[in-house]
């Protein structure tokens, strides 16, 4: 009789499999378990929630539904960047129509600072003013319009100081919200010294609001103990139960935190959606009731952090071929106020300045410069795109000089044979899928064809102007912060056969919910209607990651299929000893929603919601929880030098547009994408991701312009004023594919690689385009300042300053 | 509070709210309808799209509006549909069919927004079949922003949504409760009002009775007092029933042929008069604003709000137009060009409104052009606007007018640099001597749509481009998504 001991003996032997699997010697996990229906993992699924979100039936955070006594809550925001709150007077406040109750620091029981990683976070201002909507009060009334008009009769005392608003004055100041951080690799000095040809260059890169459709919002319920449930719209639910926890001074197993959907996030709802449900639960706590927390979108931009500004410079040295010897890059990040997630953030632009080239000798240097503007956070990406720009801004720049197509200065310096390890350390895995990747886009977008079409069309054309750019990405697959490369699943089978699978992934969007359903069905060998998920809460899977760094499926993923495994596995075990003349343990499977034992004349089917009722007559757990921990990684912060990634995804994008250099106006006529997701969870989705990615990155670098005004105020506050892409600058020609037959090399989940964040560098392709147009007025001699975003009044002025230069 | 009455979804409904609520505010606060989603309560995201119809008339078609920033008191006597009313039973709209089958939803949140911008596309077909056009669907779906898909998988269901098979509902062409004009009288002169006068003079008594109740329209800009800046808006006059103010005429004024436009004219009801006559001001309305924004914008909402960089002034002052005001005791006459005074200071007495607008047939042989520069192409406010009327004969420029938006306080003649080339040749030392008055005669400012650097290189860059289309005919200087 097989019991369970020896089922623990199968893991054991599972566990070492997987060990060979991940060095690569065992077999390929892809071949573990074959996706056989159309819609499990592998297959084109629609998004678990299609059908409500076209009927308007998906509930996001303020359509849910609260008892009529619900507060509505208001902040109260900094007015000005830099100051001292010398008076906050809020008696007009409580006295105004429908106001419950008013928060501000003194009322908060518990931690009052509410930092992420590091401190520095205060829930509300005690004195020092530290940017231009930062929350001093709150105030929670019986409608949301009462709380805000009575937020408006606080009265403040602010002694104002000037703001610095300058990263980089900041750095010269030496102010940083955490220490500069080096990564080297061989003698960088003696690179530059002996440059056959020495090329500099610096770079603004903007930063980017995340505009998300549904703004910060959340719900907390006050519970019959002294805890809370929040109903929040939240990348980071375990995070925000532990600020919740630690700011009413209760323990974390009194805050419980539920995350249906995010109507977007886009890592703005990775730390900066908890200081609202702290808020909200001070609120709930003190009054019991119900309360109502969303900002109005300009509050929203201005109290939120957005994507770090950087500033960017570089010094390489580089042969007469164009090839990279070596040089010093340096990025300085525009942190914001606060630490917030600026370290790993600046980390991530170091990690990614070389893109897909291999820099030699290099030193990269990152600084968090301290700002008087909100505290800047993630954003799909992650520092990784700002980092990128150096380099390929660098790449125009050293084909200029050397006189080639930037094409041809790309490839000869991506990382090749002999020149396969980065600045920190890392070996690149898969450098010939790099080089077939665009070997092969540059032929299917008949690079070389237009190449020669454009620059005869410019001959022609003194004032349009067509540009033409191919740019790849590397992106780096892991958190770089170790510990946060780990997932759980909880999976319970009911007695009809249905499946319930929680996991401590959110969904935002991307898929990730139906990616996890896909992967239950596909191991348990049902159809993806059986399997479903709730909600994301902490109450089923505890001490969660952020659904971020593109991890989601790669890291939940793992964890749902461990869990459905160990259950299958479970239930083998039991069908072979107990069904009548016992059943072949060897080669029993899960197909079409059967168990199947033997082969040919001896094959017997039995069907699962009856394997499932059998096991649970017989006392058989019909629950199981998965776990899963990214192997291999490691970063040694002192030394700069480690194997921070898992593995890297892949993808190269080209870009064509048109620019009027008279006015400014360009557009983008084609852009043809091949991207790598290794063998695709749901090619729909990744399809998604990766479109979507590209356009989000091409607003980043084009029409999406953040702009303070002198004193510090964010005056792009609405979509009025910030521009993020629309239907129109969706290229008419947009050729997307994705790299088929190259699945990953580690042994992810199902050989698949993650897809969040590295299509959005994509991007970038438009913005290198734009400035090979602008370097033809120059015949090609040299490359145009472009600093970003590449709006027509930029590119209307880099135009005009190359046509002054002439006369 | 006040009663209003209308068809909602095919339903009859009667609801009581004050004179600022909006639709928004009415379906999700009031009625408990969560479908129709607040993205920015500012008319610029599209996440709140809803359909209204005025009429079951056969040429009354499905319009998609703005939720967050159209009050619902203007709902009387209109079907309103939304996304909750679409599907019947479980037999989805082709919208949303077509939404689910090309994968067009990720995080769903502005779906249903999407899904009925695609309706009232979808309802014009049934209605009058006519073939997609890239620009079409441009105008249909620009003001909608989703932050995720990166808008191809919703290009496509555009698409395929005319090959799903439908058969209409049996509300579809149910003919909404007539409404009388409202006639209530508040009870005191500060009493919460929302007057729909059908006339004129009816209008214009309103007007003199309620002196600080504030005219609305399309409530594009209005609204957001409430929504953005939470003023109370607590008495409204309607303008956008009363009869005069709807129609267009062909007339003759001052020996000039042109059109008589109603002041409560929509944009889009402007489109097929433009495209006829004025071509390339028609593609300035279609960059003007949103569809939504379109459907309910009025041609003198744009002018009474006097705002630096509204769209139309600046191409009316070329175009020499006149407005007719009225008050209680009569009309009178004015150019557009003496209108406006200063930064959001019109001509218009406490007791006027405006009436029509003469807009003068181009001339023979003038040529009209319009050129707007924005941060993007579609739905948004122009950093700079140059209009450019004149006529060239034997090589020389005639009748030159020249008009800015963005490049003062309000919309602005740019009389010297107009002198710089009356009268001259078509020469580039010309061009230069009235870019050089031109850099004289405005010093605009720097904002968040550009920096007066920016403005004024623009600027002086459209006199060069005039110049080069007419020096240069057969060249393509400029991009023709943007410029004509």
New interface residues.
């Given amino acids: 009789m097989r019991t369970l001991t020896k089922l623990d003996g199968d893991s054991h032997r599972a566990r070492r499999e997987l060990a060979d699997h991940i060095q690569g010697s065992g077999p390929l996990a892809r071949h573990t378990v074959d996706s056989q229906s159309q819609r499990q993992a592998g297959s084109?699924s629609?998004?678990e929630?299609?059908?409500?979100?076209?009927?308007?039936?998906?509930?996001?955070i303020?359509?849910l539904?609260t008892p009529a006594d619900a507060l509505h809550v208001a902040l109260g925001l900094s007015p000005v960047a830099h100051g001292r709150l010398t008076s906050l007077d809020l008696d007009a406040v409580r006295q105004a129509p429908g106001v419950v109750d008013v928060i501000a620091f003194g009322d908060v029981p518990g931690h009052t600072d509410i930092g992420p990683v590091f401190p520095g976070d205060p829930i509300f201002v005690d004195r020092e003013i530290s940017y231009a909507g930062q929350c001093l009060f709150a105030v929670a009334a019986t409608s949301l319009?009462a709380a805000?008009?009575a937020v408006?009769l606080a009265k403040l005392d602010i002694d104002e100081q000037p703001a610095s608003l300058d990263a980089v004055t900041a750095v010269e100041r030496e102010e940083f919200v955490r220490p500069t951080h080096v990564q080297e690799r061989g003698d960088w000095q003696s690179a530059l010294e002996q440059a056959p040809q020495l090329i500099e260059g610096d770079l603004f890169v903007g930063g980017q609001e995340?505009?998300?459709?549904?703004?910060q919002a959340c719900i907390v319920v006050p519970t019959e103990d002294e805890g809370v449930v929040v109903h929040t719209s939240n990348q980071h639910p375990s995070e925000t139960q532990k600020l919740v926890a630690e700011v009413l001074g209760i323990p974390f197993h009194a805050v419980t935190v539920e995350v249906r959907?995010?109507?977007?996030?886009?890592g703005g709802k990775e730390t900066q959606a908890s200081p609202w449900a702290c808020m909200a639960a001070l609120i709930a706590r003190r009054t019991g009731q119900a309360t109502r927390l969303r900002l109005?979108?300009?509050e929203d931009m201005r109290a939120t952090g957005k994507r770090h500004p950087f500033h960017n410079r570089y010094r390489l040295a580089v042969d007469n071929e164009g090839v990279i010897q070596g040089g010093d890059i340096t990025v300085i990040g525009d942190c914001g106020y606060s630490p917030d997630l600026s370290d790993a953030i600046v980390d991530r632009a170091m990690f990614h300045a070389d893109n897909a080239y291999s820099l030699g000798n290099a030193r990269v240097t990152g600084h968090r410069a301290r700002t008087h503007t909100a505290s800047n956070t993630a954003f799909r990406g992650f520092g990784g795109p700002q980092g990128m720009m150096i380099i390929e801004a660098a790449m125009d720049d050293i084909a200029r000089r050397v006189g080639e197509d930037p094409l041809t200065i790309r490839k000869r310096n991506f990382y090749r044979e002999g020149h396969d390890v980065t600045h920190y350390g890392q070996q690149v895995d898969q450098i010939k899928l790099l080089h077939t990747l665009v070997e092969t886009l540059e032929s299917s977008s008949e690079y070389w064809t237009r190449r020669r079409a454009i620059t005869a069309f410019n001959e022609a054309?003194?004032?349009?102007k067509k540009g033409l750019a191919l740019t790849p990405v590397k992106f780096g697959i892991s958190f770089t912060a170790q510990h946060l490369n780990q997932a759980g699943a909880l999976l319970h089978v009911y007695t009809d056969g249905s499946i319930m699978i929680n996991h401590g992934g959110t969904e935002?969007?991307?898929?990730l919910h139906t990616k996890i359903c896909q992967v239950v069905a596909r191991e348990l060998g049902l159809d993806l209607d059986s399997v479903r998920i709730s909600a994301t809460r902490t109450d089923k899977v505890p001490n969660t990651s952020p659904t971020a760094a593109s991890s989601g499926a790669d890291l939940n993923g793992m964890a749902a299929r461990d869990a459905a495994s160990k259950l299958r596995e479970r239930l083998f075990d039991f069908a072979a000893v107990h069904f009548e003349d016992g059943l072949d343990r060897e080669g029993m499977r899960l197909e079409d929603g059967m168990l199947i034992a033997g082969h040919g004349e001896s094959e017997r089917r039995i069907p699962w919601g009856e394997l499932v009722q059998t096991a649970y007559l017989n006392r058989i757990s019909l629950s199981e929880k998965g776990f899963y921990a990214t192997p291999l990684i490691y970063y040694n912060r002192a030394s700069g030098q480690g194997r921070p990634f898992y593995y890297y995804a892949f993808g190269a994008a080209v870009s064509e547009v048109?620019v009027?250099t008279?006015?400014?106006?360009?557009?983008v006529d084609r852009v043809d994408i091949l991207h790598d997701v290794g063998d695709s969870l749901n090619p729909?989705?990744d399809?998604?991701q990766v479109?979507?990615?590209?356009?989000?990155g091409m607003g980043w670098l084009t029409?999406e312009?953040l702009?303070w005004n002198d004193k510090g105020m964010l005056?792009?506050d609405?979509?009025?004023?910030y521009?993020?892409?629309?239907?129109?600058?969706?290229p008419?020609v947009?050729n997307?594919s994705l790299l088929e037959g190259h699945p990953n090399s580690m042994a992810s989940l199902y050989r698949s690689k993650a897809v969040g964040e590295p299509p959005f560098m994509l991007g970038i392709s438009v913005w290198s385009a734009l400035r090979d147009a602008l370097s033809s007025l120059t015949g090609y001699q040299s490359s145009p300042h472009l600093d970003t975003p590449a709006?027509?009044?930029h590119v209307?002025?880099a135009a005009?300053a190359v046509r002054q230069k002439a006369l | 509070m006040a009663t209003i009455e209308f068809l909602l979804n095919g339903t009859p409904k009667q609801c009581d709210v004050s004179p600022d609520t909006s639709i928004l505010t009415l379906l999700?606060d009031h009625l408990?309808m969560?479908?129709?989603?607040?993205?920015?309560?500012?008319g610029?995201?599209g996440?709140c799209t809803v359909a209204i119809r005025d009429s079951a008339e056969a040429m009354s078609g499905f319009e998609s509006v703005n939720a967050c920033i159209t009050p619902a008191h203007q709902l009387k006597g209109r079907h309103l549909v939304?996304?909750?009313g679409?599907?019947q039973g479980e037999q989805?709209h082709p919208?949303?069919?077509a939404?689910?089958?090309c994968?067009a939803?990720?995080?769903?949140?502005?779906?249903?927004g999407i899904?009925m911008s695609l309706f009232t596309l979808h309802s014009t077909q049934q209605q009058q079949p006519f073939s997609l056009t890239?620009e079409r669907?441009?105008a249909v779906?620009?003001?909608?922003?989703?932050?995720?898909?990166?808008?191809?998988?919703?290009?496509d269901a555009a698409l395929r949504m005319a090959q799903q098979p439908w058969q209409a509902p049996a509300w579809f062409d149910a003919a909404p409760p007539v409404s009388a004009a409202d006639k209530t009288v508040p009870s005191g002169d500060s009493a919460p009002l929302f007057a729909q006068p059908s006339t004129l003079a009816e209008l214009t008594k309103a007007r003199r009775r309620y002196p600080d109740a504030r005219l609305v329209a399309g409530a594009t800009d209005l609204w957001l007092e409430t929504t953005?800046r939470?003023k109370a808006l607590e008495q409204l006059i309607d303008v956008s029933r009363v009869n005069e103010l709807c129609q267009i005429e062909e007339a003759t004024f001052q020996h000039q042929p042109g059109w008589w436009v109603g002041a409560g004219v929509t944009y889009r009801q402007l489109e097929p008069l433009f495209e006829q006559h004025f071509p390339t001001f028609a593609h300035l309305l279609h960059r003007l604003g949103s569809q939504q924004i379109r459907n309910r914008g009025t041609l003198g909402g744009n002018i009474a709000n006097a705002s630096p960089i509204g769209d139309t002034p600046p191409v009316l002052m070329v175009l020499n137009a006149w407005v007719e005001v009225a008050n209680d005791d009569g009309v009178r006459l004015l150019p557009l060009n003496t209108f406006f005074i200063d930064y959001k200071q019109t001509a218009l007495a406490s007791d006027e409104v405006i009436s029509k607008v003469f807009i003068p047939a181009l001339a023979a042989n003038t040529s009209l052009r319009v050129?707007k520069?924005?941060?993007?192409?579609?739905?948004?406010?122009s950093?700079v606007l140059g209009a450019f009327c004149y006529r060239v004969e034997d090589g020389i420029m005639r009748d030159v007018r020249i008009a800015f938006g963005g490049m003062a306080a309000t919309p602005k003649r740019a009389l010297n640099t107009e002198a710089s080339l009356e009268g001259q040749p078509l020469s580039k030392s010309c061009f230069q001597a009235a870019q050089q008055a031109l850099d004289e005669e405005f010093e605009p400012m720097s904002?968040?749509?550009?920096?007066q650097?920016?403005r004024q290189?623009?600027a002086r860059?459209?006199l060069?481009?005039l110049y080069?289309t007419l020096s240069a005919p057969n060249?393509?200087?400029?991009?023709h998504?943007?410029?004509h």
Avoid at chain 1, 210 to 215: D, K, S, V
Avoid at chain 1, 662 to 667: C, D, N, R
Avoid at chain 2, 105 to 112: A, E, K, L, V, Y
């Fill in positions: 084109a629609f998004h929630s299609a059908q409500k979100h076209v009927t308007g039936k998906a509930a996001y303020d359509d539904k319009q805000r008009r408006k995340h505009f998300y459709l549904e703004g959907r995010m109507g977007g996030g886009f109005p979108r300009s054309s003194p004032i349009i935002m969007g991307q898929g048109s009027d008279l006015s400014g106006e360009y557009q729909a989705i399809m998604g479109e979507g990615g590209f356009i989000q029409s312009e702009k005056i792009s609405g979509p009025a004023t521009k993020i892409p629309t239907f129109g600058d969706l008419p947009f997307v709006t027509p009044e209307m002025l005009n | 999700r408990g969560t479908g129709t989603k607040e993205g920015c309560a500012s610029d995201c996440a939304t996304v909750e679409l599907a989805l919208a949303q069919q939404m689910i089958e994968h939803s990720q995080c769903g949140f502005c779906t249903p899904v890239p669907l441009e779906l620009g003001g909608n922003l989703c932050r995720c898909t990166g808008y191809r998988p919703i290009r953005q939470l050129w520069l924005s941060k993007r192409r579609e739905d948004d406010i950093a904002d968040v749509r550009g920096s650097h920016y290189q623009a860059n459209l060069e481009r080069l060249q393509e200087v400029m991009l998504a943007y410029a």
